[in-house]
């Protein structure tokens, strides 16, 4: 069976199990900002077509939550898109892609609410990292500024890794518009997964403000980086680390490998920021 058979089957089968008419499922797509013909519902559902478009693949994302399917359970049968116009955007990596085991990682995303993810531009990204007197990692705090490409987000995921496994994970703090919900603590793998539930659901072109902070517990770990993964792109990051006592002897920029001027503040603004890692390393 074919790729346009396989959704028009799924399709009818969850409508029909939902007990919705196509008006009726027209009606709560509507409510949620997104407009779907009557038309355009029967043909996906009887395999005449499919959805390609941007437009109609959101749509299907609210599909399966109006009809209380498991994210992806639509949208994995439509296949890859067809190519339109002569430049083509590239698919994003899976959350766990920069991850030292991404298997580990997968299985903590089971558990969480990941769809909104792709559907929330990332404005900006603000970190602020502080190393104590004694060169150990105290707190980072992250401010992320958010729009909605489509109704409907309502949480942002954080995952955080630690190079040595034998120290306590973290804890992870909410600090203005979210609060914490579900969490997943690997002290074996050394990595943390967490929601932070906004304060509102946010409809199309909304942006919230939101930050947390993730401290870390005694004893403290030696301080000799930072790095942000950058799963999509984002108009603007700024990383502030503090020393709060002398700075390092010497500190590399992650993106590049070049060398940076150590200071009691390293400072990194990047606009227009490309998928992969930014950050700095530095030795004492």
Not at 7 to 20: E, K, M, S, Y
Not at 263 to 277: K, M, N, Q, S
Request: proline letters at 7%; glycine letters at 6%.
């Amino acid at each position: 069976m074919c790729c346009v058979d396989e959704f028009a089957v799924a399709l009818r089968t969850a409508i029909t199990n939902r007990g919705l008419g196509l008006e009726r499922l027209r009606e709560h797509l509507s409510q949620h900002g997104v407009s779907v013909s009557l038309a355009t519902l029967s043909y996906w559902q009887s395999g005449r077509s499919k959805p390609g478009r941007k437009a109609s693949l959101q749509a299907v994302v609210h599909l399966e939550h109006i009809l209380h399917l498991p994210p992806g359970h639509l949208s994995e049968l439509l296949g890859p898109p067809r190519p339109r116009g002569r430049w083509l955007r590239r698919a994003p990596a899976p959350m766990s892609a920069f991850w030292p085991d991404p298997s580990h990682v997968e299985l903590a995303l089971d558990d969480m609410e990941t769809r909104w993810d792709d559907q929330l531009v990332r404005v900006s990204q603000h970190d602020f990292v502080t190393v104590g007197a004694d060169r150990t990692e105290r707190s980072f705090r992250s401010r992320q500024v958010l729009s909605a490409s489509m109704n409907g987000p309502d949480r942002w995921v954080v995952i955080m890794h630690i190079d040595d496994h034998e120290r306590p994970l973290p804890l992870v703090n909410a600090l203005k518009h979210c609060t914490v919900g579900r969490e997943v603590r690997d002290e074996a793998q050394g990595f943390v997964v967490a929601e932070l539930l906004f304060d509102r659901v946010l409809r199309k072109g909304e942006s919230i403000v939101i930050e947390h902070e993730l401290v870390n517990q005694a004893p403290y770990p030696l301080a000799t980086n930072y790095e942000r993964k950058f799963r999509l792109p984002t108009r603007e990051y700024v990383l502030e680390v503090t020393f709060e006592g002398a700075p390092p002897s010497s500190v590399t920029q992650l993106a590049d490998g070049s060398a940076v001027a150590p200071e009691r503040t390293l400072l990194d603004v990047t606009l227009d920021v490309t998928p992969g890692v930014r950050g700095f390393e530095w030795t004492w």
